[in-house]
């Protein structure tokens, strides 16, 4: 059995605000009996050289700590801070974590706040997924799956039917998780569970929820906590998922 905490969109920018529901969940994540922790993109707000500084100081447990990029992120200074490595390609990254496999994808464009997986990206997955000899986590930002709320789904992934294919045709698949909509939120993609996390800077409103008119100006929430997922993946391959808010 495996137990992965699961956070998104940190949105560190060196202000004391961020900084600070940052460490709320990382010292909440370091008193639990984890596995490891997986951090869905949008680590940087701005995506400076300073603010993955700040990332590679607080994004760190005595468990493998797994990152991926999201549509705030820059991919040279993310490189550069926390791989080591210079260049603006996709940041695809295979990791193994006892006997399971994390496939994470980028699925960010430059410059845009939508998603898509380039080419390279899904050839990348296939093969992957094709060798595969152990159950494997799939992870990206951008959800893709409609979460019925407008303002997030028009910022959704683009090429969802490609990255479904794919899918599909990989028994080993355990799950899709993904960040983007800072919404705790569950569904399936390609037959597949797939989980967004919440945002640990902020939580989007629902407009279900509400009778106002939501914008970008006034869809996040700032003042409620910061949350986590626990996905349970036990030795059948089977995902249940556990949603906490972190202590203060």
């Known amino acids: 059995m495996m137990i992965i905490a699961h956070i998104s969109d940190t949105h560190l920018d060196g202000s004391e605000r961020a900084r600070a529901r940052t460490r709320r969940v990382m010292r909440y994540l370091r008193g639990c009996d984890i596995d ?27 468990v493998p700590v797994l990152m991926l990029p999201g549509n705030h992120d820059n991919r ?24 399971v496999l994390f496939a994470l994808c980028d699925s960010t464009i430059p410059g845009r706040d939508d998603g898509r997986l380039a080419p390279e990206t899904l050839e990348w997955l296939r093969g992957v997924l094709v060798e595969a000899d152990a159950p494997v986590v799939v992870g990206l930002h951008h959800h893709p799956i409609r979460l019925h709320n407008p303002l997030v789904d028009s910022i ?39 989980l967004a996390a919440p945002g640990v800077v902020s939580t989007t409103r629902l407009p279900w929820t509400t009778t106002d008119e939501l914008t970008w100006a006034n869809t996040a929430d700032l003042t409620d906590p910061p949350g986590v997922m626990f996905h349970v993946l036990d030795d059948e391959g089977t995902l249940t998922t556990h949603v906490r808010t972190a202590p203060e």
């Not at 922790?37 to 993955?52: F, M, N, P």
């Open 36 to 62: 490891l922790i997986l951090v869905s993109g949008d680590l940087a707000d701005h995506g400076e050289i300073s603010e993955y500084q700040e990332v590679k100081a607080e994004l760190v447990a005595d």
């Open 156 to 194: 959704r992934l683009g090429n969802a039917d490609e990255f479904a294919v794919i899918v599909r045709q990989a028994p080993g698949v355990a799950a899709v998780l993904c960040g983007h909509a800072h919404d705790a939120a569950a569904g399936s993609f390609a037959g597949r569970p797939l």
């Open 76 to 99: 040279s200074a993310y490189r550069k801070v926390l791989l080591g490595t210079d260049g603006d390609a996709p940041i695809n990254q295979l990791h193994r974590v006892g006997d």
